[in-house]
């Protein structure tokens, strides 16, 4: 039951970090980059949590890390104000390249040249 309350936490600071990232202000985030939360992890007691970010059009990836951690305050108040919660958790922000690996893996498979049977001039 603990695991369901917690996934629903998990949820709930994903829809609200996604919808609060759109408003900063931080030119280092704002360049150009479309950013998705892609997954929030929140531990039991609710004092840490790790928001995987994927980046598609980012050129720097480390100056998107700096405004991230940059803007971490104001992003946790924002949380603490939207949501209920016993404590607000510390954001930690890890960049998640799943699917530009997903996108490189289908061009992969797209550029092979597999003969099918229907193909077959017998």
Do not use: W
């Not at 531990?43 to 995987?52: I, P, Q, W």
Request: with cysteine; hydrophobic share 35%.
């Amino acid at each position: 039951m603990a695991n369901h309350h917690i996934d629903r936490i998990n949820d709930d600071i994903r829809r609200v970090l996604a919808e609060k990232l759109r408003d900063v202000k931080d030119p280092r985030i704002q360049q150009g980059a479309m950013l998705t939360v892609t997954h929030t992890d929140t531990t039991n007691d609710l004092r840490h949590c790790k928001v995987y970010i994927s980046v598609l059009g980012q050129a720097d990836e480390k100056q998107l890390v700096r405004g991230l951690k940059s803007v971490a305050g104001y992003l946790r108040r924002e949380l603490g104000l939207s949501l209920d919660l016993r404590y607000t958790p510390e954001l930690t922000f890890v960049l998640d390249d799943s699917i530009a690996h997903g996108a490189y893996i289908n061009r992969l498979i797209n550029d092979l040249d597999i003969q099918h049977d229907d193909d077959d001039p017998e």
